[in-house]
Structure formats: structure tokens, C-alpha cells
């Protein structure tokens, strides 16, 4: 070896107390622990020629630090999934933050493999990462703020009714007009009452309304100018009244329906909404001196003195429909045949999480009342995507058939759509009115009445018999919204418990119906 040279390898026994310190050993500096002489300029530093000793935790370190990666993107898995349960408006924000999830995830798996073999070669350099925990901050901090964002928006807006709502609720809410919007004044406790349904009962002059285990009537309002005011108040203070015409306790009835031969059917839910739903037949029961003719029907209701007729409980028959909420007789003139539509909320079934498709109407052949059967099984379905198609919450709250149409509401949607059963096509929707106090979604009972301007409202019970009745209604569905009627839409509200009568407009050609000032949003 050359005299000018001395070869330096690495010094792997550690120093010693009596070392100097600034002579300690050293990777990357010169050896100073030789004497100074005139040969240290020509000294040259050689890196060591053995591997860096790695330990075990070192590799265990490197995995922890993988999974804190993993879970930081999990994280913000967790918020996008968050934003997405808040509405369509967070789906674009949703899927990017979903997709930077996946990309760190990726970043952090490429840079674990890296630095896995550099520790596995040794190397002593290379293992500083200065871009990766900036993009993930910035990452984790806008997901925060995003959130915090929405979150904050979706309260302000469900306490004050809800953003649009409470806007045309200060301007737009269903008022009392003399004229088209009446509010029926109910002596009642609305802790105690719920309106469940509608149904007008002509031929008594009853409005009936199933409530809890108990179905009522108020009488219908006559609105006769000519009437002394003593006439008017007497009036006034029984359509006030509420008759209670049935009471079963442990029922809660949600719907009730006539058929033209006088057949009374209500549906009441089981507690448990995963059970079947009840059918119930009732009849009247026959007041002394009552007989079948209208005239003296008429005149016995009218009389606040007498008291009110009574409902008796027929029979009893389980239905599969859970959770029913409606009901309505209908009337198909292709088969000539008579069935009960019941409406259900099918949102407890657990292969139904979609609240678009909770809304279910099953076609029931009507019971013979001889018949022994306990349980009714459904002809069939009607298509529910067709029914419910572009409603975020199709959950149905009443039906009628009128005129030809089966008429569906949909509370939650707060909207009333008419549907043609012969040919599957939906005529006309209406929105329904909004409501003081935010209860817009309350709407469960509806019913459309026809009033002649020459003659007394039509109503199904005034035919005669059976074969009469039907013919008369689909006369008068050929009619096509004859020009010299009216028509009302008395409408229910559930909670708080208010029953309106409105008069509503209808296009003569398309049959839209349109609602007066008083009640439109």
C-alpha cells in the first residue's frame, strides 16, 4: 500500500469512554482517532463495505405505518359515505372523495413495498417521504369541513320545516275562505284523535273518519245562505259534534270503504307493522222507525236531537298486506268485476331499503259474508315501480276510486295522482296544500265529491240497486267532467287532526284538477 494512502474501513467495534468525543465513530466521516502528521491531506473517506443492521421492529414498524395509511382513507370512505345519505346533492363530492380514498391507498401499498426493500437490501437512505402526509392532511382536513358543512346546512333547514317549505309556508299555507277552503271545526282533543281516512256517506249526510280503535262521523257542511241565523248556528254546533259509530278496542283502523250495496270495510295495522293487516266487514245497525228510503235517511241524520246510528262488527279476515294504509272498492269494466285495492307501506321489508319503493296497492276479490275463510290471500299486485315512479318517498296514505280513476295519495310525496286501471296510464297529478306548523306530510284521507248544479251531489248509495249503480257511474264516466257540476276535495289531516272541504277546479278535457288560491303552493 502506497505510503501517501491509507485505506479507512469502517470501525465496527463502538467507541470507548476514553475516546474523544469529536474522534467518535462515524458512517460518513473520516477516522480522526491516527495521529496528525503531514499525510492527512492525501487520506480518503471509503463508505463501509458491510450492510446496515436492521431489525425486526423495523419491518413492524413499516406495516403500522400501512395501516394508519389504510385508515385514514377508510376515514374518509366513512365521510363520503356520510354526504351520500344526505341527498343527491353530495353524490359529485361523495365520488371524488371515494376515489382520492382508493388513490392513497394505492400511494401508501407502493410506498410500503419501497421501503420494505430498501430495508431489505440495507440501505441507509431513501425511507423520507415529504409529499404523501401533505396530501393526506389536506385530504382529511377538507373532508372535515365538508361535512361539518353539510351537516350544519341539513340541521338548519329540518328545524325550520325545511328550507323551501318554510318559505311558501309564511306565504302559501292553506288558509279558511268562506268560499272555496272550509275547515270543518271538530270538538276534540287532538291528543286523543288522529283522521286516519275519509269517506263521505251521502246518504246520512256523515263524513266517516277511522281513528285509533274507534270509527267516527261528523256531519257534512251545508253551505245554504238561506238559512235563519238560528238555523246556521243549530247547524254549525253539530257539524262540531263527533259521533263515535264503532269502537274495537285494541284496533287502530287507517282506512274504511263502502261498495255500492252498502257492504262498510275498514282495515285496521297490527301493533307489530311486521304482521298481517285485518280486514273488517260492519253494518248499521237499524234505528227504531228508520227504513231504507233516502228521504227519511236524510231526515232522521239531519234531526242533532236523535242519536247517531251505530256501526256492528260483521267478521274479521287476516290480509297479507303489512302495514296496510288505504283502502278503496273499485270497479273494473273490462272483467265486470268488483274488487278492494289496499295500499300498504312496505318500507319494513327488509329487501326493500328504498323509501321510492316503499308504496304497495294489492288487488282483493270481496269476501262472500257466508263465507268461512279467516285469511285473504291477494289476486294480485299492482306494478309498484309504475305507481311510484319519481317520488323520493312513495308511501302511500289513502285511495279512491272516482269517476273511473283510482285516485292514489302519497303523503310523504304530498302529492295526489289519478290513474286510469283499464289502460295503466296516469291522467293528471296535483300537489296537496301546505299546512300551518310544518305537518305537511300528514295529509292521510281523501275525498272527491261531485255536486250538479241542478241537481243534489251524486252518490253511490242514491242509485237504487246494485246493477243500477254501476250503470249510473260509468254513465257518468263517459260524461267526461260534465261543465255545469262542481267538485270538492275534502281532504284529512292526521296530526294534528283538521278536516277541510276545498273547491277545486278541473279542466273539462284532461280532467287536471287545480286548487283555488286559498290552498295552492
Known amino acids: ?239 262540531k259534534s263527533v259521533m263515535v259509530l264503532a269502537n274495537v278496542p285494541g284496533s287502530d283502523f287507517e282506512a274504511i270503504t263502502y261498495t255500492p250495496n252498502g257492504r262498510i270495510f275498514a282495515i285496521r295495522e297490527m301493533k307489530n307493522s311486521n304482521s298481517d293487516s285485518q280486514l273488517l266487514e260492519f253494518d248499521w245497525n237499524k234505528i227504531e222507525g228508520e227504513d231504507d228510503d233516502d228521504n227519511e235517511l236524510q231526515s232522521s241524520s239531519s234531526s242533532s236531537s236523535s242519536s247517531p246510528p251505530q256501526l256492528e262488527l260483521k267478521q274479521t279476515w287476516t290480509i297479507q298486506s303489512k302495514g296496510a294504509e288505504g283502502i278503496a272498492w273499485v270497479h273494473d269494466k273490462k272483467t265486470d268485476r268488483e274488487y278492494l285495492y289496499i295500499a300498504s307501506d312496505d318500507s319494513n321489508n327488509a329487501a326493500n331499503d328504498s323509501k321510492s319503493d316503499r308504496g304497495e296497492i294489492q288487488v282483493y276479490n270481496i269476501p262472500y259474508r257466508s263465507s268461512n275463510e279467516k285469511k285473504l290471500n291477494p289476486e294480485r299486485s299492482l306494478n309498484r315501480k309504475l305507481i311510484n315512479f319519481g317520488l323520493e318517498d312513495s308511501k302511500i296514505g289513502s285511495l279512491q276510486f272516482f269517476e273511473g280513476l283510482l285516485y292514489v295519495l302519497h303523503d310523504n310525496a304530498r302529492v295526489v295522482r289519478a290513474w286510469d286501471i283499464s289502460t295503466g296510464i296516469k291522467k293528471f297529478e296535483f300537489e296537496l296544500p301546505l299546512v300551518d306548523g310544518g305537518y305537511n306530510k300528514q295529509w292521510e284521507g281523501i275525498a272527491l265529491e261531485r255536486h250538479n248544479k241542478s241537481d243534489q251531489s251524486r252518490s253511490l248509495l242514491r242509485q237504487g240497486q246494485q246493477q243500477q249503480q254501476r250503470r249510473a257511474v260509468e254513465q257518468q264516466q263517459d260524461n267526461n267532467y260534465p261543465s255545469d257540476s262542481s267538485l270538492v276535495l275534502h281532504l284529512a289531516l292526521d296530526t294534528p287532526a283538521q278536516i277541510w272541504s276545498i273547491a277545486v277546479s278541473q279542466d273539462e278535457s284532461s280532467g287536471q284538477i287545480a286548487l283555488p288560491p286559498c290552498a295552492s303552493s
Open 1 to 239: 500500500m502506497d505510503k501517501t494512502e491509507t485505506t479507512m474501513v469502517m470501525n465496527t467495534t463502538p467507541p470507548t469512554d476514553n475516546d474523544n468525543i469529536t474522534n467518535r465513530w462515524s458512517l460518513f466521516r473520516k477516522d480522526r482517532s491516527s495521529s496528525s502528521n503531514n499525510n492527512n491531506k492525501s487520506k480518503k473517506m471509503i463508505m463501509a463495505k458491510q450492510r446496515v443492521r436492521v431489525e425486526p421492529k423495523t419491518f413492524f414498524a413499516n406495516e403500522r405505518t400501512f395501516i394508519q395509511w389504510v385508515s385514514a382513507a377508510l376515514f374518509l370512505v366513512t365521510i363520503a359515505i356520510l354526504l351520500l345519505e344526505m341527498g343527491a346533492a353530495s353524490m359529485t363530492v361523495s365520488i371524488v372523495m371515494v376515489a382520492f380514498s382508493a388513490v392513497i391507498i394505492m400511494y401508501s401499498m407502493a410506498v410500503y413495498y419501497r421501503r420494505l426493500q430498501l430495508l431489505s437490501s440495507g440501505e441507509a437512505y431513501g425511507y423520507i417521504d415529504h409529499v404523501g402526509p401533505i396530501v393526506l392532511a389536506l385530504s382529511v382536513l377538507v373532508g372535515v369541513f365538508i361535512l361539518f358543512f353539510h351537516l350544519q346546512s341539513t340541521t338548519s333547514s329540518s328545524t325550520t320545516t325545511s328550507g323551501a317549505e318554510i318559505q311558501q309556508s309564511n306565504t302559501a299555507v292553506l288558509v279558511e275562505s268562506s268560499k272555496q277552503c272550509y275547515r270543518h271545526s271538530l270538538d276534540i282533543n287532538p291528543m286523543d284523535f288522529q283522521a286516519s281516512d275519509l269517506f263521505l256517506d251521502d246518504a246520512r249526510g256523515f263524513m266517516l273518519i277511522p281513528t285509533g280503535s274507534e270509527i267516527t262521523a261528523i256531519r257534512k257542511h251545508n253551505n245554504n245562505n238561506q238559512k235563519s241565523n238560528e238555523e246556521a248556528e243549530a247547524e254549525a254546533a253539530a257539524e
